[in-house]
């Protein structure tokens, strides 16, 4: 027969695990806070169309201002095609600055236009943190292509190599900075060579 000893020394096993007894579980429950995280999805449309503006500095003319459209079909999530028409209006060259000579073109002949298309490629897809807050998706892509430039009362072929970075304000509207450099050959002063024409943009496109 069990003593009130033999009792007494069996419960206090059970509560501190003396000799190996068995512990008394006990329920215990985190105090972890869980964030409860949004993510925006883009629209499955795969068009888009972008108007930009922003400077050009066309070889031997000078800067001047640059407008653009542009109409994309966006083929991948990584790879898109896109039509362009950019204008811009060349200054006056070093030559005819200071020797006050006779322009050697007409006002006419200085406007500069492009048009034509390219192909791009996302390079660099990824988030921009503007707050600790929100976060926006945004991408790095480079692109190629070849068109027509018409300036100088000449139309003649032209390249295009450049950069861009999207940043995606909401699903459907973004704004885009573009880096260009339009490359042809010309004649203008008398000999023939290279046009390297470089020119930044900033706008914004829509998605439909």
Not at 59 to 75: C, M, P, R, V
Not at 174 to 184: G, P, R, S
Request: aromatic share 14%.
């Amino acid at each position: 027969m069990e003593t009130w000893f033999q009792r007494i020394f069996l419960a206090s096993c059970m509560v501190v695990g003396v000799n190996n007894a068995p512990v008394q579980a006990q329920e215990v429950t985190p105090d972890i806070k869980q964030n409860v995280i949004n993510e925006n999805k883009l629209d499955s449309e795969n068009w888009s169309l972008a108007l930009s503006g922003g400077a050009i500095s066309i070889e031997d003319f000078g800067n001047s201002g640059l407008l653009k459209a542009q109409l994309t079909y966006h083929i991948t999530e990584d790879w898109y095609l896109g039509a362009e028409l950019a204008m811009a209006k060349a200054g006056l060259t070093s030559f005819e600055q200071l020797s006050g000579a006779a322009p050697l073109l007409t006002d006419s002949q200085r406007e500069w236009q492009f048009y034509g298309a390219q192909l791009g490629y996302m390079l660099l897809p990824g988030q921009a943190y503007l707050t600790e807050n929100y976060a926006y998706n945004s991408g790095l892509s480079v692109f190629m292509g070849a068109g027509n430039v018409s300036f100088a009362g000449d139309d003649v072929f032209a390249m295009q190599l450049g950069s861009q970075y999207r940043l995606f304000i909401t699903d459907w509207f973004a704004t885009e900075l573009t880096v260009t450099d339009y490359i042809f050959e010309t004649t203008i002063l008398a000999q023939t060579k290279t046009s390297h024409n470089l020119a930044v943009s900033l706008g914004f496109s829509v998605y439909f």
